[in-house]
Structures are given as structure tokens and as C-alpha cells.
């Protein structure tokens, strides 16, 4: 089946430094994926949409500036946490859609990223 | 986006059914319903979706309330694998099948 991998699984990184999440669709080709925040005990945030070849749709609150999104390819978007601070450690989700456009796909999500920043 | 409401903690026992509520009153007839589960540590997992028909497969079942106001996700014979975050979600075609995660339902299953 369709599968969405994430690299990497874990990250430390130092503060004021900056790490790209990349977000892969292993079999399929994904124009639109989705960027979601999690921190412990708490649910899903969805932070922004990204479209192939265009500008990401950032959600409210969410400095796009400081997480950056590439959607370069129908099979990759990165996410890239610059800048990072204590408060952005989380656990990073990506998600994309399979097939043809319709509110009955199935929406496939990555393992997940784990961001520390010390 | 329609919002979805689950009860926050669920118990069951192993090798028995597990019914898991949601309620969707302002639900509208483009929207999908869909399942989802967390295990901890991962991405979100599918379950099922449906419309206005239950639905079956080798996961689960979901049973839609006639008026689509409520569904029920059903695990047949609940196994420790089972414990996760359960999400019921509502999937819109004119937001972008962006997904809106409420708070889902913590099940644990008793050996």
C-alpha cells in the first residue's frame, strides 16, 4: 500500500541552529502534503499545507519564516525548522494524500520526527 | 471544519468487542467520515472511512447513524496492539482534504 516516510526519525540539534525534515511518498505521487505539530498528551496540529511547485499555506500562528516548506517534487516536501528553539522541540508529522482528488482517499501519514533542541 | 467529539478515555478487555462513539452534529453531506489511530511515538494510522453506508474491513467496522450525526468505530475482538489514540475526523473536498485532529479517545485494553 501506499506509504509516507519521513527522514529523520530523531534529531538533536543545538538552538539557533537550523534542521530539515524531509517527507517522502514511497509509491505514489503527492501534489498536496501537510505538515502537523504534536507535542506530548496533546493532539495533532496541523501547521501548513504544501503544494507542489507553489508557496505553502501556512495555518494561523505559524511563522513562515521559521518553518520553512519545500515542495520541490510530486514526492518530496521538506520542512525545515530554522532558528530553533527549546520551545520547537516536538514531535513533526507529515501526511499526503493518495490518488485522485476526492473526500473518499485515504490519507497516508509519515512515522513521524522527533526534533530535541538543547 | 465540522467538529467531532469522542470521549476522552475508553477501557476494554482483551478479546472482546470495543465500540467507539463520535458525535458529528453539524456534520454536512460533503463530509467524510474518517478513523484514525496513534500509537505512541508514531504517525497517525488509517482505520476506515465512510459515508452514509456502514462500512467493513479487515481492521474494523463503522457503523453511521442513519441522520449521520454519530458513528461508531467497532473493533471485533480488541488485542493489546489495539491501545491507541483513536481520531474520528471529518474530511471536507472544499478545505483541501486538509485533516482537523479533535482530542480522540484513549483506549486501553486489559489483558
Known amino acids: 500500500g501506499a506509504v509516507v516516510s519521513q527522514h529523520p526519525s530523531r534529531v538533536i540539534c543545538k538552538s539557533g541552529t537550523s534542521v530539515k525534515i524531509e517527507c517522502r511518498s514511497l509509491?505514489?505521487?503527492?501534489?498536496?502534503m501537510f505538515w502537523y505539530r504534536q507535542f506530548p498528551k496533546q493532539s495533532l496540529m496541523l501547521m501548513a499545507t504544501?503544494?507542489?511547485?507553489?508557496?505553502?499555506?501556512?495555518e494561523q500562528g505559524v511563522e513562515k519564516d521559521k518553518f520553512l516548506i519545500n515542495h520541490a517534487s510530486l514526492t518530496l516536501s521538506t520542512l525545515t525548522v530554522t532558528s530553533a528553539h527549546p520551545e520547537d522541540s516536538s514531535f513533526y508529522i507529515c501526511?499526503?494524500?493518495?490518488?485522485?482528488?476526492?473526500?473518499?482517499?485515504?490519507?497516508?501519514f509519515g512515522e513521524g520526527s522527533w526534533l530535541t533542541v538543547v | 471544519d465540522a467538529k467531532t467529539t469522542q470521549p476522552n478515555s475508553m477501557e476494554s478487555n482483551e478479546e472482546e468487542p470495543v465500540h467507539l462513539p463520535c458525535n458529528h452534529s453539524?456534520?454536512?453531506?460533503?463530509?467524510?467520515i474518517h478513523w484514525y489511530r496513534q500509537l505512541p511515538s508514531q504517525g497517525p494510522e488509517y482505520v476506515i472511512h465512510?459515508?452514509?453506508s456502514n462500512v467493513n474491513n479487515r481492521m474494523a467496522s463503522l457503523a453511521i447513524a442513519e441522520d449521520r450525526k454519530s458513528s461508531t468505530l467497532i473493533l471485533h475482538r480488541a488485542t493489546l496492539r489495539d491501545a491507541a489514540v483513536y481520531y474520528c475526523?471529518?474530511?471536507?473536498?472544499?478545505?483541501?482534504?486538509?485533516?482537523?485532529f479533535g482530542e480522540g479517545t484513549q483506549l486501553t485494553v486489559n489483558p
Open positions: 501526511s499526503a494524500i493518495s490518488g485522485d482528488r476526492g473526500t473518499g482517499n485515504t490519507i497516508y
Open positions: 509509491d505514489f505521487q503527492a501534489t498536496t
Open positions: 504544501s503544494n507542489e511547485g507553489s508557496k505553502a499555506t501556512y
Open positions: 453539524t456534520i454536512s453531506g460533503t463530509d467524510y
Open positions: 465512510g459515508l452514509t
Open positions: 475526523i471529518l474530511k471536507r473536498e472544499t478545505s483541501g482534504s486538509r485533516l482537523t
